[in-house]
């Protein structure tokens, strides 16, 4: 995996240097030293746990600011379908996009429409994809789970989906229908993304399957919701400018991928523990009730994103209620013809396997690496306390080998060998010289 600047971040300002995070990391990509949490770049997947359960709020995901939507002539708003329950009291998605042309945009293109054009391209190539694979097809539109499974398992890459995401889709359809309809160039148009999480806005600077970008900007729902939200009371006479159906919306939330592909033997799982578990699973053949495979490291779907304000159960019925009232004509694909090429559709390349797990690029000395750790690991009390400011035992044996801890970080260890000194004081403090020893007492 290339290097790359993640979007989730730490405020050492704020940063108390306690274990909440390094022990939800589902990388082990954090560890605390000198009273501070450092995050190991190659580790991080930009999932947002660490935002999540940090109580001193040290953790954040960098967006841009809303400024530079002033850089461009013709500004467009990629608004994810997870906003459409992030406001109470709201029935119809027109006021929560007309609100959004009130916020200074010139157009709006809704990623849900997209999504319904993606879930009709996976649905004609799903039985051509499971003919070729050993086990179920994995859903790629979650730019978190296509990391995770290249860090952790990446013998999975093969069964993951090489499509285009919504949101990349939605990005190109858009500059493409705005330079017909103004006449601008491509630069001249700017792109802007609404993101509930971290990781769509690392995966939009850094494309997954492909080379270059396709958005100019990308901000944080939670920030952008506080401009909106005044705007969205104050809108009375909504403009009709919803054009996407229900199964484009329900794609915020777990289960809307499957549902909108038509695949019956799916399963959908949220939530990065339960992910795991499933990708356990998968990797060890115990896994055969389902073709399709729908994963999102987030609660309840995207709308569950760590920056998304709503809580994800409210936001989801919210979505649903909206669903409801949406016209069935709507649920049908209109994206040009133009922007469905197979070169845009599909992956340019595959994700580089990336493996945690690798101790060394020369196999002799990681199996050398590989035997002191599990036998350093062996001393090791196994408890997982975190006081070493490593996730676990096993970590900070990784981290001991490696050169990045000792192992008096261990606190039990470090007692034993407090104990051992304390012993050899007391010895020395009873020791005489042989001039000045009693003899009959040796």
Request: charged share 25%; with cysteine; glycine share 8%.
């Amino acid at each position: 995996m290339e290097s790359i600047t993640h979007s989730v971040t730490l405020d050492a300002d704020k940063c108390k240097g306690c274990i909440n995070c390094i022990k939800r990391c589902p990388t082990e990509a954090i560890r605390v030293r000198n009273g501070k949490a450092v995050i190991m770049s190659d580790h991080c997947i930009d999932c947002g746990e660490c935002i999540r359960v940090c109580p001193h709020h040290a953790k954040k995901a960098i967006s841009d600011p809303i400024s530079i939507i002033n850089n461009y002539k013709h500004k467009i708003a990629l608004p994810a379908p997870s906003l459409y329950g992030q406001f109470k009291s709201v029935r119809d998605v027109n006021i929560i996009l007309t609100a959004l042309v009130n916020c200074g945009f010139d157009d709006i293109y809704e990623v849900a429409l997209a999504a319904q054009t993606v879930a009709d391209y996976t649905k004609d190539i799903l039985p051509g994809a499971r003919a070729l694979l050993h086990g179920p097809l994995i859903s790629s539109a979650c730019p978190v789970i296509v990391k995770l499974i290249c860090v952790r398992y990446p013998g999975l890459l093969d069964n993951v989906l090489k499509t285009i995401t919504p949101v990349e889709l939605a990005a190109i359809a858009a500059r493409a229908k705005a330079v017909k309809e103004t006449g601008l160039n491509p630069d001249e148009i700017g792109v802007f993304f609404i993101s509930p999480c971290p990781a769509k806005i690392t995966a939009s600077k850094y494309r997954i399957g492909y080379d270059g970008t396709v958005i100019d900007g990308i901000f944080s729902m939670s920030e952008f919701f506080v401009k909106l939200l005044p705007i969205v009371e104050k809108t009375r006479e909504p403009k009709g400018l919803s054009v996407a159906g229900v199964r484009g919306i329900s794609w915020s939330c777990s289960g809307g991928e499957g549902s909108a592909i038509g695949e019956s033997l799916f399963i959908a799982v949220d939530g990065i523990d339960n992910v795991i578990r499933v990708l356990d699973e998968i990797e060890n053949d115990k896994f055969t009730s389902a073709r399709f495979v729908e994963l999102g490291a987030c609660p309840g779907g995207c709308v569950g994103g760590c920056l998304a304000v709503e809580n994800p159960f409210v936001a989801r019925a919210r979505i649903q209620r909206m669903g409801v009232e949406l016209e069935e004509d709507k649920n049908t694909n209109s994206v040009d013809n133009s922007c469905l090429t197979s070169k845009i559709l599909n992956w340019q390349k595959t994700p580089e396997y990336n493996s945690i797990l690798r101790l060394d690029a020369d196999r002799s000395v990681a199996m050398r690496k590989l035997s002191e750790i599990e036998n350093i690991s062996g001393t090791l009390p196994g408890i997982d306390c975190g006081s070493c400011g490593a996730p676990s035992c096993h970590a900070l044996a990784e981290d001991i080998v490696n050169g990045a801890a000792h192992e008096s970080d261990c606190i039990f260890k470090l007692r034993e060998r407090m104990s051992g000194l304390f012993h050899e004081m007391a010895e020395l403090q009873e020791y005489m010289p042989p001039p000045f020893r009693d003899l009959s007492n040796p």
